[in-house]
């Protein structure tokens, strides 16, 4: 629902199980978030979705983080039960980012390299398989969206995209989904799907950003989609540059 613009302005973020899928300081993702958001008057209020608990009656931005396959299985039997808000919220055009673990759960399946299928929600048409030998290092990519996407990846699990899938990025440097056909993430709707930790968002300042401005559209009209006010990225920009050139 299209709520005034005028008075002030909050956003619903509702994090995915915060206790088993958070690992390489994916938390930075939702602490980015609330910053850009305060520092433009925009209140945040942060909604954990827990297993076993009902899925928040609210949602502006959803996300989650990377996760050891272990995580991944103890959250695999709550998956089912929030499938069908969680669809309805990414097909609606919620903006969403899913890091690894949660990236690969947001698929079809996740074949672990012991064997063992984890179902995931069938929302990104991919299926991930776990290998031997993981795949990690810092990784740099360009998307025709975002520009340059930079971020650190570690990952058993080498994702492949249905033919229709739209990829998040390239890759310039690294692995990405699979270290065999240059693609990085996917990008569905509003929601994008993506390897890179480092956490992402403070080093990627203009996917936060994007994920915000699609938040404020959805809730408050398209009066709502001017340019948000500039922040000094200045910090970010650095943090960029150093991330860029180290080693892999
Ligand atoms: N367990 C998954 C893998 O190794 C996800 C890892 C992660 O989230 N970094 O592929």
Same mark, same amino acid.
């Given at each position: 629902?299209?709520?005034?613009?005028?008075?002030?302005?909050?956003?619903?973020?509702?994090?995915? %199980?915060?206790? #088993?899928?958070?690992?390489?300081?994916?938390?930075?993702?939702? @602490?980015? =978030?609330?910053?850009?958001?305060?520092?433009?008057?925009?209140?945040?209020?942060?909604?954990? &979705?827990? $297993? !076993?608990?009902?899925?928040?009656?609210?949602? *502006?931005?959803?996300?989650?983080?990377?996760?050891?396959?272990?995580?991944?299985?103890?959250?695999?039997? *709550?998956?089912? =039960?929030?499938?069908?808000?969680?669809?309805?919220?990414?097909?609606?055009?919620?903006?969403?980012? @899913?890091?690894?673990?949660? %990236?690969?759960?947001?698929?079809?399946?996740?074949?672990?390299?012991?064997?063992?299928?984890?179902?995931? @929600?069938?929302?990104?048409?991919?299926?991930?398989?776990?290998?031997?030998?993981? =795949?990690?290092?810092?990784?740099?990519?360009?998307?025709?969206?975002?520009? #340059?996407?930079? !971020?650190? #990846?570690? &990952?058993?699990?080498?994702?492949?995209?249905?033919? *229709?899938?739209?990829?998040?990025? &390239?890759?310039?440097?690294?692995? !990405?989904?699979?270290?065999?056909?240059?693609? #990085?993430?996917?990008?569905?709707?509003?929601?994008?799907?993506?390897?890179? &930790?480092?956490?992402?968002?403070?080093?990627?300042?203009?996917? $936060?950003?994007?994920?915000?401005?699609?938040?404020? !559209?959805?809730?408050?009209?398209?009066?709502?989609?001017?340019?948000?006010?500039? @922040?000094? *990225?200045?910090? $970010?920009?650095?943090?960029?540059?150093?991330?860029?050139?180290?080693?892999?």
């Amino acid at each position: 629902m299209v709520e005034s613009i005028n008075g002030p302005r909050s956003l619903n973020i509702v994090h995915l %199980y915060p206790r #088993e899928m958070n690992i390489y300081g994916d938390h930075g993702n939702l @602490l980015t =978030l609330i910053r850009r958001m305060q520092w433009r008057g925009i209140e945040a209020v942060v909604h954990e &979705h827990h $297993a !076993g608990n009902p899925f928040p009656m609210q949602a *502006d931005i959803i996300l989650g983080g990377g996760g050891q396959d272990s995580g991944q299985a103890i959250i695999q039997q *709550d998956l089912p =039960l929030i499938r069908q808000p969680l669809c309805e919220l990414i097909e609606a055009g919620v903006p969403a980012l @899913l890091v690894c673990g949660a %990236y690969q759960l947001f698929g079809n399946y996740f074949k672990t390299s012991t064997g063992a299928i984890i179902e995931g @929600l069938g929302i990104f048409d991919l299926h991930t398989v776990g290998c031997e030998n993981r =795949l990690i290092g810092n990784i740099v990519t360009h998307s025709d969206v975002f520009g #340059e996407i930079i !971020g650190y #990846e570690n &990952h058993s699990g080498k994702t492949y995209l249905g033919k *229709d899938a739209l990829p998040l990025a &390239h890759v310039i440097s690294g692995a !990405g989904n699979n270290g065999e056909d240059k693609t #990085e993430g996917i990008h569905h709707r509003n929601a994008l799907g993506t390897y890179l &930790h480092g956490p992402l968002l403070p080093k990627n300042p203009q996917i $936060a950003d994007h994920l915000i401005s699609c938040a404020l !559209g959805n809730r408050y009209g398209s009066d709502a989609l001017l340019p948000l006010e500039p @922040l000094d *990225d200045e910090l $970010a920009f650095q943090a960029r540059r150093i991330a860029k050139n180290r080693p892999r």
